[in-house]
């Protein structure tokens, strides 16, 4: 379990991220060929993890999946986050991602100020084939995103 | 004093307006407040059709009377609405682009809170040139 402190730490990284999202998120999508919104929840996470993540940190994230579990939660999955390359933790810290933590700011900003209110954090686990545990940043969608994809589909389907 | 309609809302992602201009120079208090009814009952209508549309411009949303508000929406949700009374769709697209350009930089300012309002000169002067341009006023 994370040590003592971590979650002063989390949301003061969360502040500065979801700032720093909020920005990139606009200038990403001004240089982008097209410019286009993504109106869609499905189409602005693909957004983050494919043209996003490469302006960020050089390759896409490796994995987008929806929660086993939920249907209003995410994961982006990043085999080996650059921020944590060179940061190192005291052992009371250990568990805790602090690279992970600044990127989870930076995802709630994209996702929050493109219209889907969220909760995201951002976690160590464990990889079948990688020695080292990945970065796992965790979306939870507000109920406000359900209902309106719910009601974006079945205006689809009527 | 002119009688044509030309203001211009920027209304941020948090739905506070952080700038207004009105194109055509200073009018009554009476226009005025219309203006502003208009634009804010008219914010409805553009938040219902940004969520079907993935395109920036949004065309017109509402209508009343002779007048017509149009829209554009950045992807990171920032408004700018146009209340005009009949200009072309063609170069209201322009004065669109050529704004979000300059809002793009007002925006990017670290130092700026995301919803402050926008006071550089800068964007100001910006705006005003675009429009005298591409509305040949």
């Given at each position: ?29 001004w ?53 944590n390359?060179y ?48 970065t ?23 | ?15 506070n ?7 055509m ?72 682009t ?40």
């Open positions: 379990q994370v040590g003592h402190g971590t979650n002063e730490l989390e949301d003061r990284l969360d502040r500065v991220g979801f700032d720093a999202g909020a920005r990139l998120l606009e200038l990403v999508s240089r982008e060929r097209v410019m286009k919104r993504k109106p869609e929840v499905l189409d602005m996470l693909r957004f983050i993890q494919g043209t996003v993540w490469p302006q960020l940190f050089g390759k896409t994230a490796e994995e987008l999946q929806q929660g086993a579990a939920a249907d209003d939660e995410y994961m982006i999955k990043d085999h080996e986050l650059l921020l390359r940061t190192s933790l005291p052992r009371s810290y250990a568990g805790f991602n602090p690279g992970g933590a600044l990127v989870a700011g930076i995802v709630r900003g994209m996702m929050e100020t493109a219209g889907f209110p969220c909760l995201v954090t951002a976690h160590f686990s464990d990889h079948p084939t990688r020695p080292k545990p990945i796992t940043i965790l979306i939870k969608l507000d109920q406000v995103v359900m209902k309106r994809q719910q009601q974006l589909e079945a205006g689809r389907r009527g | 004093m002119s009688t044509s309609v030309l203001t211009f809302v920027v209304v941020g992602p948090q739905d307006p952080i700038y207004e201009v009105d194109l120079g200073p009018k009554d208090q009476q226009a005025q407040y219309l203006h502003q009814f208009v634009l804010h009952a008219a914010l409805d209508a553009v938040d219902e059709a940004m969520w079907s549309s993935k395109e920036l411009h949004l065309k017109t949303v509402d209508r009343f009377n002779a007048l017509s508000v149009t829209a554009f929406v950045t992807p990171g949700s920032a408004r700018f609405l146009l209340l005009h009374d009949g200009r072309s769709d063609d170069g209201i697209r322009t004065f669109f050529e704004v979000y350009e300059a809002y793009l930089r007002v925006f990017l300012n670290p130092l700026r809170a995301p919803t402050a309002r926008i006071t550089s000169r800068e964007f100001d002067r910006k705006v005003k040139t675009v429009s005298k341009r591409v509305f040949s006023l």
